[in-house]
């Protein structure tokens, strides 16, 4: 608990700040000091329950809402998060502790999905078929769900839940968003700009909390779909429970994302990538590499290269230009440390100890700078689990086929990179790899709006990836309307099965 008073961040709902009917709160601290910074409401089932039939009732007038409504609705939302973008990049700054370019970095790619949700009117458009039969037209449409929710997870704050609410309110559909309770703000900034944009009260909700408020969401009546976004176990149960309750889920796991680095590769590219996709945000990034896979001969030079540029990366408070900022919380620092004697003790080479690296800041800061390890076996915790910090590791293999199928092993399938300058060990690698999103010579291959996101294997349980056209589809229910504007020549019995003349 704190031991200064601090604010309390209540939920949203019904376009106003509510506290809500439990008293339960949680700590909210600055990860660059050590100090809490703020409280938390946490909800209980029947503060879920008031936010879903507020959402409930949003949806009767917003599903009825022209596409002309709800796109200038949505056009205002771009321009605002546009101007601001660096108002709320500070608030994820000062809870998550990514330094300010990265916080920017993830609020510009949730904004391209708010530009792509812009363009819902051609989105949704449906097909039509004069004349199937005759005098018989058949056209389809997409209509919304009702409420959905959205569960997301600390590490993006903003660009993760923006992979699901612009799609889903454009869509017609009303949202619960249950933001991580470890940097919460950035949820209810983002609601405030709904409601400066001329969304209708209860369109956009945030419920704050942490299990009580999942298991309420999952198991309610009112609620007709789920995304989520976490770690892998979280992801299944939320799946699990969730499709048991007759919902519609998408649920994105964890990850431990591979670099392989072919024999030919430019290895100064390379190691440039492999630090900047292993450390960037701390590691703490669902597409972050946590592995990189030297094959043959190249491995003593790509170590040499990454510990080289490791020693010039400056930690520090993500207000101050550092390279990398602070881990989220305490506990979640000390846990990443906890691997670092984990590998020691399982033989791994500890090549660069994150421990000894300085930083810039508050020692009551949960700081760990840059740590690689070298001869990695797969058997080792280093390499099984995901560690969602900054913490890199080499596995050596002998050859293309050994690297593909230390990959395809893994039950993980999120992201994987291959750096090579061979056209053809690239393309036969996208094709035999057994992961959703794939970068050549890209590190962290996030696809752009009009693409979709999603992983395979314990990286998504469901069948829709997010955002895209995959998003539109997992917003919305097909209907097809088989029509015939009657002619008095098909009057007349036949209770035989339709068919087509
Ligand atoms: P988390 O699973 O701890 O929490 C995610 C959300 O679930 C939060 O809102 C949290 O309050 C809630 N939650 C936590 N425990 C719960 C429980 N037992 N029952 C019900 N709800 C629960 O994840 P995190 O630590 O916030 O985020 C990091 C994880 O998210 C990493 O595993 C990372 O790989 C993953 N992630 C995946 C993607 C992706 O696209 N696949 C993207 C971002 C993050």
Redesign the pocket.
Known sequence: MTDHDVSLLNHWIDGKAVEGLSERRGDVSDPATGEVTRQVAFASAADVDVSVSVASNAFVAWRAASLAERTKVLFRFRELLNQRAEDLAAIITAEHGKVLSDALGEVRRGLEVVEFACGIPHLLKGAFSEAVSTQVDVYSIRQPLGVVAV??????PAM?PCWFFPLAIAAGNTVIL?????DPSAANWMAELWAESGLPAGVFNVVH???VA??RLLEHAGVKAVS????????R??YETATRFGKRVQA????KNHMVVLPDADLDLAADSAVNAGFGSAG????AISVVVAVGPIADDLVAKIADRIAGLTVGDGRGGADMGPLVTRAHRDKVVSYLDAGVNAGAKLVVDGRDHPFHGNPAGFWLGPTLFDAVDPEMALYTD?I?GPVLSVVRVASYDDALALVNANPYG?GVAIFTNDGGAARRFHSEVEVGMIGINVPIPVPVAFYS???WKN??FGDAH?YGTEGVQFFTRAKVVTSRWLDPSHAGLNLGFPQTT
């Open positions: 569960i997301s997870p600390f590490n993006f993760v249950k933001p991580s309770e470890k909390g942490d299990k999942v298991d989520f976004v976490g770690s892998t176990p979280v992801a149960y939320v994105l796991g964890g990850a703490e990034r669902c597409m995901e969602f999120n996101f999603g992983g990286s998504l997010a």
